[in-house]
Structures are given as C-alpha cells and as structure tokens.
T-cell receptor, first 121, second 109 residues
C-alpha cells in the first residue's frame, strides 16, 4: 500500500499571499488530520476531517482552513500569509476517527506523510 | 506549564547503551503515542498505548495511567536510533492530540 503523500514538498511564498497544500491518505483511510510544526511551538493540531466534514479544530486563526473530498483527499489553505506561518505542515491519515468510551478508546493509529515545508518571506 | 512534558530534552549515548525517555502529562487521556522523527521531517508512529506495556524489537513503551507517566526504552542503542522522539497524548475531553516538545537522541558509534 502506498503511504500518505503530500504535495508540494517545499514551497516559498511571500507575505500576504495564500497557499494550498494537498494530502492524499492511505487507500481506505477516511480520516485526515493536519498539524503544524515550528521550532518555537513544536507540533500543534490544526484540524481533522472525516467523510468530508471537519470533525475537530485546533486553536488557529480563521486564515487556516481545510476541506476533504469524497475520495478522502484533503487540502488545507492558508490565506494572507505571515512570516510566522513558516513551518512544516504534516498530514496524517487513519482508518476512522476517535471513539471514546470511558477510559478505553477505539483509537486508530495515525500514519504521517512526509510534510510540506513552507517558507514565507 | 505544558500539558505534556518530556525529559530529557537532549540525550547522547554510546552505541549499545540502554536509553530511557520520559513523558508526563496533566490531562485525562484516551491514548498515548510515541513518535519518531528523523532529520528531514518524516514522522513514524512507534507505539500507541492506553495501558500497560508494548514491545517492538529493541523498543519498549510503558504507561502508568494513575501516575500520568510513560516511558520509552531503547535497549542496545544503535546510531540509526538517532532521531527526535515525541510523546503525544490524545485528550479524553477534546479528542485532540497534544504533543510534547520532543527528546533529541544522538547515539555515537
């Protein structure tokens, strides 16, 4: 099975521009999550999609948005780029989303893509 | 205070040494991940735990839910184990992954 793929792998933009990143999950996986990794803040959760619906969202401004298509592929968009948006953007796919019941979770392992390194000048 | 704390931040070892990386968290969790990130950025999930202990080859992960603590052990370390190891917990309340800041491990021959 092919792994999670992300395109493009590297991107350079200037402040004020907007950018769209793409993530193709492992075949059969229906959940896609996005993460931002910076040297200062580390890894932070952006959002999660399942069956074309945003299921969960992290604490990021509205400039960060995403969507998921019927084939489970996902895109994230950042508008009006700022210097601080320079980061490695990672997506991860899993079979389904989290279901919690008491202290037991039917949590499926996430498989990470290689990331898109975005530089904002 | 971060909700997920890892120690140490940096670790150097000689090949063959036994290594322990610790993770403490302050939130209720459904599961805990140990992740490995090599230079270049790719992340690999090593373990997903909700209780007890798991072992894959030379790697062992344990979790104590009552003490809100997990450890990752590497037996007979090897230079190819050099990477950043990240602890991440799945918050019981929010269903979101919260990440530790990572432990940078360098193993020298």
């Amino acid at each position: 099975k092919a792994g999670v793929t992300q395109t493009p792998r590297y991107l350079i933009k200037t402040r004020g521009q907007q950018v769209t990143l793409s993530c193709s999950p492992i075949s059969g996986h229906r959940s896609v999550s996005w993460y931002q990794q910076t040297p200062g803040q580390g890894l932070q959760f952006l959002f999660e999609y399942f069956s074309e619906t945003q299921r969960n969202k992290g604490n990021f401004p509205g400039r960060f948005s995403g969507r998921q298509f019927s084939n489970s592929r996902s895109e994230m968009n950042v508008s009006t780029l700022e210097l601080g948006d320079s980061a490695l953007y990672l997506c991860a796919s899993s079979l389904t989303f989290v279901v919690t019941s008491g202290r037991t979770s039917s949590y499926n392992e996430q498989f990470f893509g290689p990331g898109t390194r975005l530089t904002v000048l | 205070k971060n909700e997920v704390e890892q120690s140490p931040q940096n670790l150097t070892a000689q090949e063959g040494e036994f290594i322990t990386i610790n993770c403490s968290y302050s939130v209720g969790i459904s599961a805990l991940h140990w992740l490995q990130q090599h230079p270049g950025g790719g992340i690999v999930s090593l373990f997903m735990l909700s209780s007890g202990k798991k072992k894959h080859g030379r790697l062992i992960a344990t979790i104590n839910i009552q003490e809100k603590h997990s450890s990752l052990h590497i037996t007979a370390s090897h230079p190819r184990d050099s990477a950043v190891y990240i602890c991440a917990v799945l918050s019981y309340n929010t269903d979101k992954l919260i990440f530790g800041t990572g432990t940078r491990l360098q193993v020298f021959p």
